[in-house]
């Protein structure tokens, strides 16, 4: 799987429940491709570790830990190559984009579940469920180790929390005084 195919099943997956679809449908290519889309999406989950990405997030959220990060860039990543370039290049276009149509049920830009797709599918393809294993976990990082991927790299934020309605005026605008959620 190259970048072009990656992106289509995450467009192809916009229209459904995306967590499950890509699920299923990663689960009929086979392990190898799995793990293509696996280290595909670890690289895009790497390079949108940013400090500037994260206060706007943290402005668009009212705060934003770990965890919530994590889950704001699977969204971001959910939401397709066109809009993930664009986020990448100016985070006030967020401003923009965000509407009740893109967000999730709780009215936040998250996608925890599209962050176990490659797993998920990998230990359906091996156990015929999705139930954790840790074998099949430490099984995926090594075979994602083997391809290359480098390990999540420290954030040093340039940028606190009084800094942020200056490095993000539109996003301020609209978010700054009354976030998402």
């Given at each position: 799987?190259d970048?072009?195919?990656?992106?289509?099943?995450?467009?192809?997956?916009?229209e459904?429940?995306?967590?499950?679809?890509?699920?299923?449908?990663?689960?009929?290519?086979?392990?190898?491709?799995v793990?293509?889309?696996?280290?595909l999406?670890?690289?895009?989950?790497?390079?949108?570790?940013?400090?500037?990405?994260?206060g706007?997030?943290?402005?668009?959220?009212?705060?934003?830990s770990?965890?919530?990060?994590?889950?704001?860039?699977?969204?971001?990543?959910?939401?397709?190559?066109?809009i993930?370039n664009?986020?990448?290049?100016n985070?006030e276009?967020?401003?923009?984009?965000?509407?009740?149509?893109?967000?999730?049920?709780?009215?936040?830009?998250?996608?925890?579940?599209?962050?176990s797709?490659?797993?998920?599918?990998?230990?359906?393809?091996?156990?015929?469920?999705?139930?954790?294993?840790?074998?099949?976990?430490n099984?995926?990082?090594?075979?994602?180790?083997?391809?290359?991927?480098?390990?999540?790299?420290?954030?040093?934020?340039?940028?606190?929390?009084?800094?942020?309605e200056?490095?993000?005026?539109?996003?301020?605008?609209?978010?700054?005084?009354?976030?998402?959620?």
């Open positions: 799987m970048k072009k195919e990656f992106w289509e099943l995450i467009e192809g997956s916009k459904f429940d995306q967590d499950e679809w890509l699920t299923e449908q990663l689960a009929q290519r086979g392990l190898e491709e793990l293509d889309f696996e280290f999406f670890q690289e895009l989950m790497n390079a949108s570790y940013q400090s500037r990405l994260w706007a997030a943290f402005v668009l959220m009212g705060g934003c770990d965890d919530s990060f994590d889950y704001f860039r699977g969204w971001l990543i959910g939401q397709g190559e066109k993930f664009k986020v990448m290049e985070q276009y967020l401003a923009e984009y965000i509407n009740e149509n893109n967000l999730d049920a709780e009215g936040m830009p998250q996608n925890e579940e599209l962050l797709v490659g797993l998920d599918a990998y230990t359906l393809i091996k156990t015929g469920d999705i139930e954790w294993d840790d074998d099949i976990h099984e995926v990082l090594d075979a994602l180790e083997k391809k290359g991927l480098p390990s999540e790299t420290d954030i040093e934020f340039d940028w606190e929390e009084d800094d942020l200056s490095l993000f005026p539109v996003l301020w605008r609209r978010f700054g005084e009354e976030p998402l959620g």
